[in-house]
C-alpha cells in the first residue's frame, strides 16, 4: 500500500473538497476514464472534467493510459497512491503557509460537520442499531512519550487496516460507506 505525502498547501485543499475527494475515490486502485467515475458518481463527464484537471495538476493523478476510440482518445487516471497523508510540517509554526493551514484544517472540520449533520438529517425519527450510529469523542491522554508513541503506532494499524477493508469492496452489494476524522496531537500549554 503506497503512501503519498501532501507537502504543498494547494495539494491539501484539493483534498479537503468533497466533490473532489469523491473523484480521488472513483479513480483509487483501478484506472478508469473520466466518464466512467461520472457514471459511478451519477454526474454528467463535462461537470468532472476541470476538477480532474486540477487533480492532475497538482500531481495528485497521474495518466496511466490512452485509448484510441471511435475518433476520440479515452484516458484513464488513477490516484498516485492509495493513501495520502498531510505533512505535519505544513501545519507548524516555521512553515510558511501561515492562515492557509489553518483555513485547511478548518475546511476539514467543516466538511466532517457537514456530514455529520446531513446523516442526522436523514436518520430524522428513526433511530439507526448501535452499530449504524456514528460516535464522536474527544479525549485527553497523559502518559510517557513510549506510551504516546506506541498509541500513535496503534491509531495508523487501524487507519491501514481500514483501507484493507475498503480494498476491493467497493462493488460489493452488501458493503456500507464510512467516512471518520482523526486528530491526535499535543494539548495546547502541555508538556
Known amino acids: 500500500m503506497e503512501t503519498y505525502v501532501v507537502k504543498r498547501l494547494e495539494q491539501a485543499k484539493l483534498l479537503t473538497d468533497p466533490f473532489k475527494l469523491?473523484?480521488?475515490?472513483?479513480?483509487a486502485r483501478v484506472p478508469a476514464t473520466t466518464k466512467q467515475v461520472a457514471d459511478k458518481m451519477g454526474e454528467k463527464a463535462p461537470r468532472l472534467y476541470r476538477h480532474v484537471e486540477a487533480l492532475v495538476d497538482e500531481g495528485l493523478l497521474?495518466?496511466?493510459?490512452e485509448k484510441p476510440k471511435r475518433g476520440t482518445i479515452e484516458r484513464y487516471y488513477r490516484t498516485v497512491a492509495d493513501r495520502f497523508e498531510v505533512d505535519p510540517e505544513l501545519f507548524s509554526p516555521s512553515s510558511d503557509t501561515g492562515d492557509d493551514a489553518f483555513d485547511l484544517m478548518r475546511a476539514i472540520f467543516r466538511d466532517t460537520e457537514s456530514d455529520l449533520a446531513s446523516l442526522f438529517q436523514q436518520m430524522g425519527d428513526n433511530k439507526p442499531s448501535r452499530e449504524e450510529m456514528p460516535f464522536v469523542m474527544k479525549f485527553a491522554i497523559h502518559g510517557t512519550p513510549a506510551d504516546i508513541a506506541g498509541l500513535r503506532a496503534r491509531f495508523e494499524e487501524l487507519l491501514e487496516e481500514c483501507?484493507?477493508?475498503?480494498?476491493?469492496?467497493?462493488?460489493?452489494?452488501?458493503?456500507?460507506s464510512y467516512s471518520g476524522l482523526l486528530a491526535f496531537y499535543r494539548r495546547p500549554g502541555q508538556t
Open 62 to 65: 497521474e495518466l496511466v493510459e
Open 163 to 176: 483501507e484493507r477493508l475498503s480494498e476491493n469492496r467497493e462493488e460489493a452489494n452488501d458493503c456500507v
Open 22 to 27: 469523491k473523484l480521488i475515490e472513483g479513480f
